[in-house]
């Protein structure tokens, strides 16, 4: 080994070398990451203390960058949260892994405790500023404004320019960071897509946003519950390993064996101390204090918990949106033709307990592009209510949509591939434990039990879709009958009549005999309609389908207007004219069908004449 | 097919379509199926004839666009029987397009592209069970470029008079055969010993500027890749009217062999009904045969499996020898076995490789192949 003098290094020392680990590995990225890591704090800290999340976003160029091709970012975020103690804003915003959040086993957005402390990194490392801070607590009289640098070489955070100013506001945060980077609003990888998912899966937030020059756009609320974050669970035996289990024990000093175990993890009770003593445990281990416990005594005790059938993890610390509420968030997207949406109950996938849920939705297109030409579908995926939007094809949500036969459900699909049309599928991952692939939080590591699970609530969703999809095929089809019948039947007998040199009874007569014969094709495809009909209005009665334009009719007798404008459109809504979009009102499909009948029959008949 | 037999044919099938119509049944049309499946091989006969196996158009809301279109056709294509005249399939396309540009209640006819009048007009043959020739609807005359100092062909013209062509008084121009050779007659002026059809144009040419039909006593004729309705014809007539062996030479590979020679000896399935008056089944296949790689020291090389259309080639050839009448039939066991070693060897020769035997010597491939013919070493 030579001999060369080790040196330690500081977790910030670490990450400010390594920053494209934590999602700052390109300029367009830093920029998306660093509002990522503000809004996600911004909601976690609101869902904390129960408030309703308002959310306003400013992202600008303020001059040229100093890496080259980049340019000078101010990325501003403001929250109605309930603020930090001054002595806290260091902590948040300057140290690695200080966290309120690490360990604890919830499905809060944030786990580590890295990604704003990053972010200030990236500010400072190229804009050789940190992050300006302003906070409010209910306590404090006024505001205070600081600028959080991060110590690279201790791991702390800095607080420069620390003044008390007033703010409108009774509490909240305001954090603006200034860096180099790059901003794409559109897209995969597209900051207008970031803030459309978060909407969607944060039916509670309000949000007010600000992009470059173009107008603020409002996105309301569609939920006033806040949503309830489940307690914590106590670890279940069975996730862990020897060393974790030893330092667990730590905990609990003096206590006895059985008390650590019992009030320690999850799904062990007394009668599970029989089938450990039957598994090899020495009983007398379990009057035992922890304290006393040796090492080796441990790893008997581990070795006949792990040979235990034990009860799987309990899914009481998932949380859900619920199909309600998603069902209304779905609406956020834009222009949605129609849409179900699925929430599975929370289940056990690799010994942790995830909770999947899952809106297909059909957006309406100016050109009719469904078919084997158009465009793949739009993937929004989520975890722990945070959007994902880097290297999809690895992603465990990817996979199980390529898995899925969407063929049979009446959308065209390529072999192994993601669907085709402008369908967006959405699929939203809870759990206090999520696989990520890397640290950056981009993809959810692909495990064959979750792939299983999410393909089940994709199933589900394409299922409920497909009775609207084979209503709309159906509709077509006897339309393309009636259309048939119409345009051919005179044709093929005049050409006919022609070759064969017939009189004009027999065209007549043979007119008539056709329309006849047609007629009852046509009426089998009714019969056909009708059906499809009958189960597409069960479905729509049971929920399980949503049409989006019979809610537009509601909204126009007064009710609640759901659909805010759509942040994709070119053309959004300047503040001052944020009224509510009129909803055009379109006639029922089935009854515009009944027409296009009636009216081809009567041309039928004057043709007969 | 007698010329009135189409319209007579035509006028029943409408009429009978015009009676179902008047009793409100449905119309149905009816035409053999002309696919592999429905393909039966006779060593005795030695083409691929129809089997039983038809096709059924029921009138219905979805067969009505097809049927009209059918009919619409038919009516132009009658026209042209009346009258005399003649067209290609793509002249056919463009006068459906102006038979609908000036009567606009046609339009719902009209055809996207060509392709869809092609597949009417292939289906009016198979309804009727004529040629498409039958029809007036001829496709340019396209390979079989004759060579020989023997040959004399005479061609009855549609209005009644006869042409006499002497191929040896053409020089080093070759002979055109028609598309529709039944109205061509062959004489020779002189015992003709073989017919050599060449898969390569290009090299039938070298050959007759070689001196070939100098120096032999024979037919030479190129076939320019898959043979043409006028190549398959020309060659059964020479069969039937000169009684001459006919040896095939063309590349070592599963395209040649299935494509162009099979096609050659025993029609496709594609074209069942026609298969009679469009195959020569004494055809032989005289090279390049796998062991003439070893014998001539051939340069050959290797199937290139990353390229589309050999590797189609070879999953086809596979499929010949499980699914195709002619390759399973005991009387060309021989070809099946050179598909087998194609299969098995994955490496392909050319017919031009003759020539590497002696780069100095430019009739050294005439050579080759006349001693194969004399030592009988064909399959």
């Known amino acids: ?609 | 097919m007698r010329e009135d037999t189409i319209p007579k044919l035509s006028k029943d099938l409408c009429n009978r379509m015009l009676t179902d119509l008047e009793n409100a049944r449905r119309p149905v049309l009816e035409a053999i199926k002309c696919s592999l499946d429905n393909s039966n091989y006779n060593p005795k006969v030695g083409y691929l004839t129809p089997g039983n196996k038809m096709v059924r158009s029921e009138l219905n809301v979805a067969s009505v666009q097809k049927m009209s279109r059918a009919i619409f056709i038919l009516e132009i294509l009658l026209r042209n029987i009346e009258t005399g005249a003649v067209n290609t399939k793509r002249e056919l396309y463009y006068i459906s397009k102006g038979e609908v540009k000036h009567n606009p209640e046609l339009r719902p006819l009209d055809f996207g592209d060509q392709s869809e009048s092609d597949s009417i007009i292939d289906f009016i043959c198979e309804m009727m069970e004529c040629y498409r020739e039958d029809l007036n609807c001829y496709a340019n005359d396209r390979g079989g470029q004759t060579y020989s100092n023997q040959l004399v062909v005479t061609e009855t013209l549609p209005d009644g008079g006869k042409a006499v062509v002497d191929l040896s008084t053409l020089g080093t121009s070759p002979f055109q055969p028609k598309n529709r050779p039944q109205s061509l007659a062959l004489k020779a002026k002189k015992k003709i010993d073989f017919c050599l059809v060449v898969e390569s144009e290009g090299t039938a040419n070298t050959f007759v500027t070689n001196g070939f039909c100098r120096r032999n006593n024979a037919i030479l004729l190129g076939a320019q890749g898959v043979p043409s309705n006028a190549v398959r014809g020309w060659c059964k007539l020479i069969q039937d009217q000169l009684k001459v062996p006919i040896y095939f030479f063309g590349d070592l590979d599963a395209y040649t062999l299935q494509n162009i020679f099979r096609t050659l000896k025993a029609g496709s399935a594609a074209s069942l009904i026609r298969n009679s008056d469009f195959s020569a089944p004494d055809v032989r296949f005289l090279g390049v045969l796998p062991e003439d790689i070893k014998k001539y020291d051939l340069a050959d090389y290797p199937v290139k499996e990353n390229d589309l259309q050999e590797a189609r080639a070879l999953k086809k050839a596979s499929d010949a020898l499980k699914n195709d009448p002619f390759f399973k039939d005991k009387k060309n066991k021989g070809l099946s076995k050179i598909l087998e070693w194609l299969l098995k060897n994955k490496r392909r020769c050319e017919q031009q490789s003759y020539f590497t035997v002696d780069p100095r010597d430019p009739i050294m491939p005439e050579k080759i192949i006349l001693e194969k013919i004399k030592r009988g070493d064909f399959i």
């Not at chain 1, 620390?162 to 960071?177: A, Q």
């Not at chain 1, 992603?395 to 390529?402: L, Q, W």
């Not at chain 1, 899925?404 to 591939?417: A, D, E």
């Not at chain 1, 759509?566 to 029922?588: C, F, R, Y």
């Open chain 1, 1 to 609: 080994m030579a001999k060369q003098k080790i040196t330690s290094s500081s977790t910030a020392e670490y990450f400010s070398k390594n920053l494209q680990q934590v999602g700052f590995s390109s300029p367009t990225k830093a920029v998306l990451t660093t509002l990522k890591e503000a809004i996600d704090n911004s909601l976690d800290a609101c869902e904390d203390e129960g408030i309703l999340p308002e959310l306003y976003i400013e992202i600008e160029k303020v001059g040229a960058g100093t890496i080259k091709n980049t340019d000078l970012i101010r990325i501003k975020v403001e929250d109605n949260g309930p603020g930090l103690n001054i002595e806290d804003v260091p902590k948040v915003f300057g140290e690695y892994l200080a966290s309120s959040k690490f360990g604890r086993g919830r499905c809060s957005r944030g786990q580590q405790g890295i990604g704003i402390s990053a972010a200030t990194t990236w500010a400072q490392l190229t804009s050789a500023k940190g992050a300006r801070i302003i906070t409010k607590t209910k306590t404090m009289r006024q505001a205070v404004s600081c600028l959080v640098e991060v110590d690279v070489k201790n791991n702390k955070g800095n607080l420069k320019d620390k003044k008390t100013i007033s703010w409108d506001r009774s509490h909240g945060v305001s954090v603006e960071f200034v860096l180099d980077g790059r901003i794409q609003l559109q897209g995969e990888g597209g900051l207008i897509t970031y803030l459309t998912g978060t909407a969607l899966v944060n039916p509670h937030l309000n949000l007010r946003y600000k992009l470059l020059d173009q107008s603020v756009v409002k996105v309301d609320r569609v939920s006033d519950k806040c949503p309830d974050i489940p307690n914590a669970v106590e670890p279940h035996p069975h996730t862990m390993k020897l060393g974790e289990f030893i330092a667990h024990s730590h905990l609990f000093g003096k206590a006895t064996v059985a008390t650590f175990l019992k009030k320690g993890f999850s799904r062990i009770t007394d009668n599970t101390f029989q089938e450990f003593v039957k598994n090899g445990m020495d009983k007398k281990f379990l009057t035992q204090s922890v304290d006393k416990t040796t090492d080796a005594q441990f790893k008997d005790v581990f070795g006949a918990i792990h040979k235990t059938e034990l009860m799987s993890p309990s899914t009481r610390s998932v949380m859900i949106i619920g199909e309600e509420t998603f069902s209304k968030s779905v609406r956020r997207l834009g222009e949605v033709d129609f849409f179900s949406v699925v929430t599975r109950k929370p289940t056990i996938c690799d010994f942790k307990p995830v909770a999947i849920e899952i809106a297909v939705a059909r957006l309406k297109t100016a050109q009719k592009v469904e078919g084997d030409d158009s465009p793949p579908v739009q993937v929004l995926r989520f975890a722990n209510r945070v959007p994902l939007q880097f290297d999809k094809s690895a992603c465990a949500m990817v996979k199980a949509i390529e898995t899925v036969n969407w063929r049979s459900y009446g959308i065209p699909q390529p072999k192994n591939s993601l669907p085709l049309g402008p369908y967006v599928i959405a699929v939203s991952l809870v759990s206090p434990f999520i696989k990520f692939k890397n640290a950056s939080k981009e993809t959810v590591d692909a495990s064959d039990e979750l792939v299983e699970e999410i393909r089940r609530a994709l199933i589900q969703a394409g299922q409920r879709l497909s009775r609207h999809i084979k209503k709309e095929h159906r509709e077509a089809d006897l339309e393309e009958k009636l259309r048939h019948i119409e345009q051919f039947c005179p044709i093929l007998v005049d050409c006919l009549c022609r070759i064969t040199k017939a009189t004009e009874k027999r065209k007549k007569a043979a007119t008539e005999g056709l329309v006849k014969l047609l007629g009852r094709d046509v009426n089998a495809a009714k019969k056909e309609l009708d059906e499809a009909l009958k189960h597409h209005k069960e479905a729509h009665a049971k929920g399980k389908i949503q049409i989006v334009e019979k809610e537009k009719a509601k909204s126009e007798d007064g009710e609640e207007e759901l659909k805010p404008p759509h942040p994709e459109d070119s053309d959004v809504i300047p503040e001052a004219e944020e009224a509510p979009l009129k909803a055009k009102t379109e006639k029922p499909a089935s009854k515009a069908k009944k027409k296009a009948v009636a009216k081809s029959k009567e041309k039928m008949k004057e043709k007969e004449v």
